[in-house]
């Protein structure tokens, strides 16, 4: 049970990252802030499955649906990276202005994510194979 309550911790403060700002021109003049994700139909469905997970009491149940929200997460973090700009100009996709318009803060957020990941996969290691 400790073991939950560290993997949420973690996930709360990977998802406080999503209020640094993440991509623009110029910082403190056009940002856009990790909150994009929360405009997202799926991203939001992947946070609150993640929570679901968690507080699910049956423990195969508990690790499949946690490791699909934290899989969809980092997924759409990705996809936003991609993506964010769209709104803006064309609807083309350009991984130049991608990574020209993104800040440190966006690769923080998603290494804290991905780092939550890796935790609740540690933390959830099971010697019992024969599922």
Same mark, same amino acid.
Do not use: H
């Given at each position: 049970?400790?073991?939950?309550?560290?993997?949420?911790?973690?996930?709360?403060?990977?998802?406080?990252?999503?209020?640094?700002?993440?991509?623009?021109?110029?910082?403190?003049? +056009?940002?856009?802030?990790?909150?994009?994700?929360? +405009?997202?139909?799926?991203?939001?469905?992947?946070?609150?499955?993640?929570?679901?997970?968690?507080?699910?009491?049956?423990?195969?149940?508990?690790?499949?649906?946690? +490791?699909?929200?934290?899989?969809?997460?980092?997924?759409? +973090?990705?996809?936003?990276?991609?993506?964010?700009?769209?709104?803006?100009?064309?609807?083309?996709?350009?991984?130049?202005?991608?990574?020209?318009?993104?800040?440190?803060?966006?690769?923080?957020?998603?290494?804290?994510?991905?780092?939550?990941?890796?935790?609740?996969?540690?933390?959830?290691?099971?010697?019992?194979?024969?599922?």
């Amino acid at each position: 049970m400790k073991k939950k309550y560290i993997v949420v911790i973690s996930l709360i403060v990977s998802l406080s990252t999503l209020f640094l700002p993440w991509f623009g021109g110029y910082k403190g003049v +056009q940002d856009v802030n990790g909150i994009i994700l929360f +405009q997202n139909p799926i991203a939001v469905s992947c946070i609150v499955i993640s929570f679901v997970g968690l507080l699910l009491k049956n423990e195969y149940k508990s690790k499949v649906v946690t +490791q699909i929200g934290l899989l969809g997460i980092i997924a759409m +973090q990705i996809y936003e990276f991609f993506n964010w700009y769209s709104f803006n100009s064309s609807f083309t996709f350009d991984l130049r202005q991608s990574m020209s318009m993104c800040y440190p803060e966006f690769y923080f957020a998603l290494l804290c994510m991905i780092g939550t990941y890796v935790l609740f996969f540690v933390t959830n290691k099971s010697d019992d194979l024969t599922f």
